[in-house]
Every structure is written in structure tokens, then in C-alpha cells.
């Protein structure tokens, strides 16, 4: 049994009702009026560890047998976002490339503020179609929180030659 110190429940609530029965102001106190007894308890005086309640308790139900615990999975490690991609003008400057964002598994690319085209592959070729464009990328996690922001815009212009 643990080592703790019992107390009693009839002197906790002679002390109870000592303390809230009567002031502690001796003017309001008559003499010759003497303090009535603490009234006795048809019940057995039980033990009341520290911090336990002096209420009668309600009738329990009856318990249900536990199913045994499941371990619990580890927690996955708070870890950061991806990397944003970093653009740059290909070899052949005929479209964008970046370097594989570390535990990316693909990537997404919005062209003129457009719905994202989803690629596997770090890389992006450019529009044949005269006009101004502007691109940018952001690198998808396997968990969507994980996602990274998305890149620097890269604009471009394509012009058609004669």
C-alpha cells in the first residue's frame, strides 16, 4: 500500500462544519451560547485519502469487461513543408527546369493563374502559342500539409517569327 495519510471522516467534517457554521468574529458570538455538537452519522467512519470527495457516492453500473488495449501506431514526426522549386530556363531554352525537391512525389504546375497540371518530373515546356506567360510550381508531399509554397513566378514571352 502506498504510503499516505489517512484521515477521517468525521473530523474533516467536524472541522467542515466549525468553519462554516459559526464566524470567527468573537463579537457575534453571545455569551453563555454554546456551540451545538456536530451531529452523529448513522454511518461507519470511513477513511478519505487526500483529494478524494466526503460525498456518498451514486451506485455504480456495473463495469463491462475492457477490451484489451490496442498499441497504439508511433506518431509521425512534426516534420516541414517541402522546398519550394527553384525555375530556371532549361538547356535549350525551350522550357522551365528545377531540381528535384527532396520527398516530392510530383509536382504541380499553374500556367496564367489556370488550373494545376500535375507532372511526375521536374520540368515544363513552353507555350508555342504567341503570348505572355506566367508560371509557377510547387512541389506535392505525400501528406497535402506537407505541400510545399509555390515558386518565384517565372514569366515568359513567346513571339512568332517570320
Known amino acids: 500500500m502506498k504510503n499516505r495519510k489517512l484521515f477521517l471522516l468525521p473530523v474533516i467534517l467536524l472541522a467542515l462544519s466549525a468553519c462554516t457554521s459559526r464566524s ?25 485519502e487526500p ?6 457516492s451514486q451506485p455504480s453500473e456495473p463495469s463491462q469487461p475492457s477490451e484489451p ?30 531540381d528535384a525537391v527532396t520527398d ?33 510550381v510547387k512541389a506535392r508531399a505525400d501528406v497535402a500539409t506537407y505541400d510545399s509554397a509555390f515558386s518565384t513566378v517565372f514569366n515568359y514571352e513567346t513571339k512568332l517569327t517570320a
Open 51 to 56: 483529494g478524494e470527495s466526503t460525498e456518498p
Open 69 to 98: 488495449s490496442q498499441p497504439s501506431e508511433p506518431s509521425e514526426p512534426a516534420r516541414d513543408p517541402l522546398a519550394a522549386p527553384v525555375l530556371r530556363l532549361n538547356a535549350e531554352k525551350t522550357g522551365l527546369t528545377w
Open 104 to 136: 516530392a512525389v510530383s509536382y504541380d504546375i499553374v500556367v496564367n493563374d489556370g488550373d494545376a497540371q500535375n507532372v511526375q518530373t521536374p520540368g515544363y515546356t513552353f507555350n508555342s502559342e504567341a503570348g505572355t506567360y506566367a508560371v509557377k
Open 24 to 48: 470567527s468574529k468573537p463579537s457575534e458570538s453571545k455569551p453563555g451560547e454554546s456551540i451545538p455538537p456536530v451531529s452523529e452519522s448513522s454511518e461507519t467512519p470511513t477513511s478519505v
